[in-house]
């Protein structure tokens, strides 16, 4: 029987029966994986703490036939500020949603862990950021562990890395590029119309992009943000995160429907 000792947090939960759950879990080592929690939605299960969406959580799993099941469980950090906040509750839902997407089972996902686990824990622990702020980061730092990296050095087709002219990004080809470039790029008229996305960018969103994509996956949230650049820098990660994975979420529709109808907290 294959057994296995791991950590994993709780990505996405499917109810199958009155007490009965389909888990993912998404851990550093193994990736994702599915579990069976079967009885762990029950109040009298000891395994219901550690099996909550949101829950981090150490674990012995076993395999029978296709699912393993839960051995024993123990329960590191609930994130449990986050179920009372609307606003909170659905970004870290589209948190999940996008790490379930984007990890793979049986592969190392430390990075793409790491950068869920910092994500939550700003939303749920009133790091006195915005949560706009975190969604952004996440969006853009989540784009770049998945391989979208964009180079933001300079322009991607002159050089030059004078940036205080007006500079966009490129979203599909994942570069910077000048107002002086963009025009010419624009004039020739025979690229591909699908990789036209350009997002003209502020020094302060610069700034913001840049830090996100390298600072230390434990710092990558610890930069300011004027008030009135925070949509637009949040507009900026979300539409190359958007952009490069080629998908929508749900929970993104309903967190913006949230934002649009009033929810901004600044
Ligand atoms: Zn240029």
Avoid: W
């Avoid at 050095?153 to 966009?168: F, H, P, Q």
């Amino acid at each position: 029987m294959e057994e296995l000792e791991t950590k994993g947090l709780v990505i996405s939960e499917v109810r199958t029966g009155e007490a009965d759950k389909i888990l993912t879990l998404l851990t550093a080592e193994h990736g994702k994986i599915t579990v069976s929690g079967k009885g762990v939605a029950s109040l009298k299960s000891r395994h219901m703490p550690a099996t909550q969406l949101f829950s981090y959580s150490s674990f012995n799993l076993k395999k029978t036939k296709k699912y393993f099941y839960i051995a024993d469980s123990d329960l590191i950090e609930p994130f449990f500020d986050i179920r009372y906040d609307v606003n909170k509750l659905s970004l870290a839902n589209y948190i999940c949603e996008v790490v379930d997407y984007l990890a793979v089972e049986e592969m190392g996902e430390e990075d793409l862990l790491r950068l869920a686990l910092n994500s939550l824990f700003a939303l749920a622990n009133r790091s006195g950021l915005p949560d706009e702020q975190i969604k952004a980061a996440f969006e853009m730092r989540a784009a770049s562990v998945s391989g979208f990296e964009p180079n933001l050095d300079k322009c991607g087709e002159c050089g030059d890395d004078e940036t205080d002219g007006l500079i966009y990004l490129d979203v599909m080809n994942g570069r910077l590029i000048c107002g002086n470039c963009l025009r010419t790029v624009r004039g020739a008229g025979d690229e591909d119309r699908t990789a036209r996305i350009y997002l003209a960018l502020s020094p302060s969103v610069l700034e913001a992009v840049r830090f996100t994509v390298h600072a230390p996956i434990e710092r990558f949230l610890s930069f300011q943000i004027e008030a009135d650049e925070l949509r637009p820098f949040s507009v900026v990660c979300e539409k190359y995160l958007l952009s490069h994975i080629e998908h929508g979420f749900r929970s993104l529709d309903y967190y913006n429907s949230l934002i649009r109808n009033g929810n901004f907290d600044e």
